[in-house]
């Protein structure tokens, strides 16, 4: 199992630019979330989604989107990057009911918009 | 509202010495509460879970207390080893949504 994959590992963008920041999982995994992890602060929670279908706002969804059209995959959108997107961003999944929910994180993908 | 807190963000323990990491929450409302571990350029793993019906769980050398009372967690790492060095997280999930604390980030000193 490869686990939960994300693609780049790295990206600079200008401001205003859009992009796709992929994640993948082969674990069947029923939920899936994004985060971001600025300096000195924890994970926030940008989007998540509990099966194919359907999805969520966490709590810093605005300039971001999201779509799960199967249960692998769940990319990120950025609508048009600004420098506040800066940031180190995670995907995680996890299992659904089976107790205490461990989540399974990505390398992360390291952006930095100009 | 951040809904779990951790206060310190740097510990510093000598090898050998227990660590003691702790973790604030105000919603009582979830199930279990989970701690991770992260080392730099990578992403987070998880390290213990501690159930909301259980006041403590422990796995080798990491035991995690639940204090519900006082709405409190702490985690325990006996003996500290170099290797424990990394950012450790706390967090609750409700319904595949998670909420992370701040971090704290340990060093154990050879």
């Known amino acids: 199992n490869a686990g939960v994959t994300q693609t780049p590992k790295f990206q600079v963008l200008k401001t205003g630019q859009s992009m796709t920041l992929q994640c993948a999982q082969d674990?069947?995994?029923?939920?899936m979330s994004w985060y971001r992890q600025d300096p000195g602060m924890g994970l926030r929670l940008i989007h998540y989604s509990v099966g194919a279908g359907i999805t969520d706002q966490g709590e810093v969804p605005n300039g971001y989107n999201v779509s799960r059209s199967t249960t692998e995959d769940f990319p990120l959108r950025l609508l048009s990057a600004a420098p506040s997107q800066t940031s180190v961003y995670f995907c995680?999944?996890?299992?659904?009911?089976?107790?205490?929910?461990?989540?399974?994180f990505g390398p992360g993908t390291r952006l930095t918009v100009l | 509202d951040q809904q779990v807190k951790q206060n310190s963000p740097s510990l510093s323990v000598q090898e050998g010495r227990i660590s003691i990491l702790n973790c604030d929450y105000t919603n009582s409302m979830f199930d279990y509460f989970l701690w991770y571990k992260k080392y730099p350029a990578e992403g987070p793993t998880f390290l213990i879970s501690i159930s909301s019906i259980k006041d403590k769980n422990e796995d080798g050398r990491f035991t995690v207390f639940l204090n519900k009372s006082a709405k409190h967690l702490s985690l325990h790492i006996v003996p500290s080893q170099p290797g424990d060095s990394a950012v450790y997280f706390c967090?609750?999930?409700?319904?595949?949504?998670?909420?992370f604390g701040d971090g704290t980030t340990l060093t154990v000193k050879p």
């Open positions: 995680a999944s996890s299992f659904r009911d089976r107790g205490y929910n461990e989540q399974f």
């Open positions: 967090s609750n999930t409700n319904a595949g949504k998670s909420t």
């Open positions: 674990m069947n995994h029923e939920y």
